[in-house]
């Protein structure tokens, strides 16, 4: 399966902890992008980043998130202290280029106890 | 209000209906419009992804964009209960307008019954 492939697919952590969350690219796609969908709630845009740069994090909580994209591995969104608010599905897609479709991940479901 | 306005439903139809889903949006710098899919647990599926205004047909599946009334549609034909999930909409500006940042409706959840 050469897509774009996101784990864990479920993450539990207890309020305060660090939560890891790793998202790697369809093959030969260098941009990828994090989502962040509530429920009931559309997906939201939060992070976009090429390799070892963030181009836009205009989405992104000020405070306790981050993203990055090594020059080798997979893209880390990492969220720390964790709240019970940041309980969500987290979605990472990925493209070719700037101006191609995105096509996303099956998602890591993040729940805060 | 929301740049991007999509009725939730649930929308439930027969077996082989054609089903109209819809979106309404307000920011007139969006270009390009997408269709995704997503069922249960899963992750959304590109469906339809097309460029201003016009007509896009692929298989059972048309989508509309009316740039001048900022309304998209997506048209299933024969629907099957396959068919059965949450179609969200999806748009961006143009290369200088945006980027690749899509902003979603939230989605309209879509039930074909035997």
């Known amino acids: 399966n050469a897509g774009v492939m996101q784990n864990p697919r479920h993450l539990v952590r207890r309020r305060g902890q660090e939560a890891r969350l790793r998202c790697s690219p369809m093959?030969?796609?260098?941009?990828v992008y994090w989502y962040r969908q509530l429920p009931e709630e559309g997906l939201k845009f939060m992070v976009y980043l090429q390799k070892e740069n963030i181009i836009d994090e205009s989405g992104m909580p000020k405070e306790r998130f981050s993203a990055e994209f090594p020059k080798e591995g997979p893209s880390i969104l990492r969220i720390q202290q964790v709240v019970r608010g940041d309980s969500a599905a987290y979605f990472c897609a990925s493209s070719h280029d700037s101006n191609s479709p995105l096509h996303f991940g099956n998602g890591t479901r993040l729940t805060v106890t | 209000q929301k740049e991007v306005e999509q009725d939730p439903g649930p929308l439930s139809v027969p077996e082989g209906a054609i089903v109209s889903l819809n979106c309404t949006y307000s920011?007139?710098?969006?270009?390009?419009f997408m269709w995704y899919r997503q069922y249960s647990r899963k992750g959304p599926e590109l469906l339809m992804y097309t460029y201003s205004s016009g007509n896009k047909e692929d298989g059972r599946f048309t989508a509309q964009v009316d740039k001048s009334s900022k309304y998209i549609s997506l048209f299933i034909r024969d629907s099957q209960p396959s068919d059965s999930a949450t179609y969200l909409c999806a748009m961006r500006g143009g290369l200088t307008g945006g980027g690749n940042k899509l902003t979603f409706g939230t989605g309209t959840q879509l039930k074909v019954e035997l």
């Open positions: 920011n007139s710098a969006f270009q390009y």
């Open positions: 093959k030969g796609h260098s941009h």
